[in-house]
């Protein structure tokens, strides 16, 4: 018996290959979906699950979700999600010194709260429950699901795409959309890492936890503390969770590094830290980790047939939001070139051109990075700055912003940085005129490109 050939191959079941999986089996299209997991739906590594974002446009996008009815609206990319899980607002970003003494504010937190619902910054959800709601789509449409498939390979093959699993399978496809993550393996097979600039690799580790007494128990808070030896800047972030009652994701990250344990930082920065006053009760329910690289986006979101689709091809994340838009768009490109009897580049070039105005044209991607390397400046010259700024900046969860605000505010008092520490204003000028690649040097030198 021949093999079965599919219309496309979707490789990873997040919220892009899930949603490009529904749209195309919804347009007709024979579609096969293979996911490494066995429990598709279960989270099984760090993910801060916020909808990102509210506050502004993100990725060409004003995206929002419609509390009355429960659903996630894309206005922009012309579509909307039913959303059935728990949630939890949160009204602001507070971005802290190392030594707990002064925070920067981006939206008036009491303000907010007072307005509820219409003066929140973001909300968390459950990426299990999205995760759930268009798995059962894709399912209805007839996309037919392979959990528990870790694919190793990707062939072309004349006018078809072989995709290999561990388990010895082989689907075959007129095309294959990779949505196989950050770490994406099909966009490696492609050999299109070659043509991104590396940037290092992250690690991270968050806990479920109860038990802690926040100043501000419904924003997003951000400090930055040193690691003594390396002098490494680490990033930790608390929300206030969608689960539990009180419960909040607590999380610590940054580059890879041989010397940095980064549970050993989390649970510095619960039990001996200058927060520690914060936790006054720690009890842990849930931990989770990660650890991906850190590269500039693809070339192109189309190589051989193949659609490149959400975190497999961005920096960082595409968030689940952005990776829903992505699949959206390449399941309806990849119907019309069906249509259209197209089946090659020109068939789905409406999806590659989509890509390139809402992605990289649409954000700089180092700026992104500014959240990593800012800090590299210094801990003692961080929290001078930090300090620098008491006025409430224009609430946000855009991470392509959040620099460009706090910046804004800290150049404003040049003139006294210049009076007070024009040590700290040389460094400043120094940085700023230095490429993104090089100011990141020491955290390429302990990544591990994989590529």
């Given at each position: 018996?021949?093999?079965?050939t599919?219309?496309?191959?979707?490789?990873?079941a997040?919220?892009?290959?899930?949603?490009?999986?529904?749209?195309?089996?919804?347009?007709?299209?024979?579609?096969?979906?293979?996911?490494?997991?066995?429990?598709?739906?279960?989270?099984q590594?760090?993910?801060?699950?916020?909808?990102?974002?509210?506050?502004?446009?993100?990725?060409?996008?004003?995206?929002?979700?419609?509390?009355?009815?429960?659903?996630?609206?894309?206005p922009?990319?012309g579509?909307?999600?039913?959303?059935?899980?728990?949630y939890?607002?949160?009204?602001?970003?507070?971005?802290?010194?190392?030594?707990?003494?002064?925070?920067?504010?981006?939206?008036?937190?009491d303000?907010?709260?007072?307005?509820?619902?219409?003066?929140?910054?973001?909300?968390?959800?459950?990426?299990?429950?999205?995760?759930?709601?268009?798995?059962?789509?894709?399912?209805?449409?007839?996309?037919?699901?392979?959990?528990?498939?870790?694919?190793?390979?990707?062939?072309?093959?004349?006018?078809?795409?072989?995709?290999?699993?561990?388990?010895?399978?082989?689907?075959?496809?007129?095309f294959?959309?990779?949505?196989?993550?950050?770490n994406?393996r099909?966009?490696?097979?492609?050999?299109?890492?070659?043509?991104?600039?590396?940037?290092?690799?992250?690690?991270?580790?968050?806990?479920?936890?109860?038990?802690?007494?926040?100043?501000?128990?419904?924003?997003?808070?951000?400090?930055?503390?040193y690691?003594?030896?390396?002098?490494?800047?680490?990033?930790?972030?608390?929300?206030?969770?969608?689960?539990?009652?009180?419960?909040?994701?607590?999380?610590?990250?940054?580059a890879?590094?041989?010397?940095?344990?980064?549970?050993?930082?989390?649970?510095?920065?619960?039990?001996?830290?200058?927060?520690?006053?914060?936790?006054?009760?720690?009890?842990?329910?849930?931990?989770?980790?990660?650890?991906?690289?850190?590269?500039?986006?693809?070339p192109?979101?189309?190589?051989?047939?193949?659609?490149?689709?959400?975190?497999?091809?961005?920096?960082?994340e595409?968030?689940?939001t952005?990776?829903?838009?992505?699949?959206?768009?390449?399941?309806?490109?990849?119907?019309?070139?069906?249509?259209?009897?197209k089946l090659?580049?020109?068939?789905?070039?409406?999806y590659?051109?989509?890509?390139?105005?809402?992605?990289?044209?649409?954000?700089?991607?180092?700026?992104?990075?500014?959240?990593?390397?800012?800090?590299?400046?210094?801990?003692?010259?961080?929290n001078?700055?930090?300090?620098?700024?008491?006025?409430t900046?224009?609430?946000?969860?855009?991470?392509?912003?959040?620099?460009?605000y706090?910046n804004?505010?800290?150049?404003?008092?040049?003139?006294?940085?210049?009076?007070?520490?024009?040590?700290?204003?040389?460094?400043?000028?120094?940085?700023?005129?230095?490429?993104?690649?090089?100011i990141?040097?020491?955290?390429?030198?302990?990544?591990?490109?994989?590529?």
């Amino acid at each position: 018996m021949m093999a079965k050939t599919y219309d496309v191959v979707v490789v990873g079941a997040g919220p892009g290959g899930l949603m490009t999986a529904k749209v195309a089996a919804e347009s007709g299209l024979k579609v096969a979906l293979i996911e490494r997991k066995e429990q598709i739906t279960e989270v099984q590594r760090c993910c801060a699950t916020m909808f990102a974002v509210e506050s502004d446009y993100y990725f060409g996008e004003r995206m929002f979700f419609n509390e009355r009815q429960s659903r996630f609206i894309f206005p922009v990319t012309g579509f909307s999600l039913k959303y059935d899980g728990p949630y939890q607002n949160f009204y602001g970003w507070h971005i802290y010194t190392s030594d707990a003494s002064h925070y920067i504010r981006l939206g008036d937190y009491d303000a907010n709260v007072a307005k509820g619902d219409q003066g929140r910054l973001s909300m968390a959800y459950s990426k299990t429950h999205l995760l759930a709601s268009l798995l059962r789509d894709a399912q209805a449409a007839g996309a037919e699901i392979f959990n528990g498939e870790n694919v190793v390979d990707h062939r072309r093959k004349g006018a078809v795409n072989e995709i290999y699993t561990a388990s010895g399978r082989v689907f075959t496809g007129l095309f294959t959309v990779a949505a196989d993550g950050v770490n994406s393996r099909l966009v490696k097979i492609l050999s299109l890492n070659k043509q991104r600039s590396f940037f290092g690799t992250m690690k991270g580790i968050n806990y479920y936890m109860t038990g802690l007494k926040l100043p501000h128990p419904y924003v997003l808070i951000m400090p930055t503390l040193y690691e003594k030896k390396s002098g490494y800047p680490i990033s930790y972030f608390l929300k206030p969770s969608p689960f539990v009652q009180d419960e909040y994701w607590v999380y610590v990250g940054g580059a890879a590094h041989p010397e940095i344990d980064y549970k050993e930082r989390l649970d510095y920065f619960i039990y001996e830290s200058p927060f520690k006053s914060w936790f006054v009760a720690p009890k842990v329910r849930k931990e989770l980790a990660h650890v991906h690289n850190i590269w500039s986006p693809v070339p192109t979101p189309y190589k051989d047939n193949v659609l490149i689709v959400g975190d497999a091809g961005w920096t960082i994340e595409a968030e689940c939001t952005g990776s829903m838009m992505a699949g959206l768009k390449a399941g309806y490109a990849l119907a019309e070139a069906f249509k259209e009897k197209k089946l090659n580049q020109e068939g789905v070039q409406h999806y590659i051109d989509w890509w390139y105005r809402h992605f990289p044209q649409a954000q700089n991607y180092s700026e992104f990075l500014q959240i990593m390397v800012s800090p590299l400046i210094g801990e003692e010259e961080s929290n001078y700055l930090f300090r620098l700024v008491t006025e409430t900046l224009p609430c946000t969860l855009n991470p392509f912003n959040l620099y460009k605000y706090i910046n804004g505010a800290i150049a404003q008092k040049v003139d006294r940085i210049q009076k007070e520490r024009p040590d700290v204003l040389a460094k400043m000028m120094q940085m700023s005129a230095l490429p993104i690649d090089v100011i990141m040097n020491p955290f390429k030198r302990t990544g591990f490109p994989n590529c």
